[in-house]
């Protein structure tokens, strides 16, 4: 979903897709990406199986050691954006040293990881037709790699490998608690977080920022629904963790008609007996009831309204500050079971 997209609903759909058993083909690439990665380290590059050069920006507080191991939270960003934004565009890294996120007081603060999202195309209507962001079209999101079907080869999403590469590399440091590995994002990166952490049961928890359905909105030619067992044809997309806790924070007036896409998404969620809740915000970002419905009622997204498109487009591309605690503190209610593996 853009951040800074001021026209969400002014340009018309592209031509069809071919559309497959994983929604739409990969998304064209435009340029690689290098992080600046302001107050951080960047790592990288590692080379994805398009052989693109991955980078990432890890964000460590001073305690963080192999004999105390903190939480791990993995940062996507919004489309537009890069991922050394998270820390100009959030206060994420105002808790890095005193966030309770392990219920542990000996053990306060988390590591941050902010992997780099590619310039590619998008789904999107201008100006975010193309740009930085993640490929939440394509959903082949196994780990063990390319997946066949009948005679046709689908490789993974390499976003999503990327994500896997780099949350090894942070765990192997023995740093990070396997337990307590998070997804947080905004937009567009908060959609492929949901979408990643559906699909993988080493994530604990989802906890993320107005982020639209990631199998269906709007401009998307080849949405999908997802379901728990095997898929019955093409329009169902078979998810790996449903049971995944998820958590979103989003605008009553929100970008491109967001707020009733989310709540039909974490309805969705819900019926399939997932732990998934969301708060809608005002505009001073206070805890309200429903959506505002002149901002857009239509569950697939969309308003037609310039001003109130207008309105959504200014709440969206702030992140909201008084709820970051609150992500966080979900985090903490929310470790895994056992260690994964």
């Not at 966030?99 to 998008?122: C, E, K, M, Q, Y």
Request: aromatic share 8%.
């Amino acid at each position: 979903m853009p951040c800074g997209a001021a026209r969400a609903a002014a340009a018309a759909p592209g031509p069809a897709a071919i559309c497959g058993p994983f929604g739409d083909a990969p998304a064209q690439l435009i340029a690689n990406v290098v992080p600046q990665c302001v107050g951080g380290v960047r790592i990288g590059p590692w080379k994805d199986s398009a052989s693109n050069d991955r980078y990432a920006c890890l964000y460590e507080p001073p305690l963080a050691a192999s004999g105390k191991p903190l939480p791990l939270v993995v940062y996507l960003h919004p489309s537009l954006a890069r991922a050394g934004s998270v820390s100009q565009m959030t206060n994420l890294l105002d808790f890095l040293k005193t966030a309770n996120v392990s219920d542990d007081p000996a053990r306060p603060g988390f590591i941050l990881l902010a992997p780099a999202g590619r310039d590619t195309t998008h789904h999107y209507p201008p100006p975010d037709h193309k740009g930085t962001g993640w490929d939440i079209w394509y959903r082949q999101m196994s780990a063990a790699g390319a997946v066949k079907i009948g005679a046709t080869v689908y490789p993974e999403n390499v976003d999503a490998a990327t994500i896997d590469h780099f949350i090894a590399a942070a765990i192997a440091t023995r740093k990070v608690d396997p337990r307590r590995v998070y997804l947080t994002g905004w937009s567009n990166g908060g959609s492929f977080a949901y979408l990643y952490g559906l699909n993988r049961p080493a994530i604990a928890a989802v906890g993320v920022y107005s982020s639209p359905d990631p199998f269906q909105l709007g401009y998307d030619p080849c949405p999908q629904v997802p379901v728990s067992g095997a898929p019955a044809n093409d329009r169902q997309l078979q998810i790996f963790n449903p049971g995944v806790p998820t958590y979103q924070v989003h605008n009553s007036c929100d970008i491109a008609g967001t707020c009733p896409n989310v709540q039909f998404f974490v309805g969705q969620l819900a019926g399939m007996g997932a732990d998934a809740s969301a708060t809608i915000i005002d505009r001073d970002e206070r805890g309200t009831a429903s959506c505002t419905a002149l901002c857009g009622t239509d569950p697939n997204g969309g308003t037609r309204h310039p001003l109130l498109a207008m309105i959504g487009v200014a709440r969206h591309i702030r992140w909201p500050k008084p709820w970051t605690a609150a992500i966080l503190d979900f985090f903490r209610r929310h470790p895994l079971k056992a260690p994964p593996g």
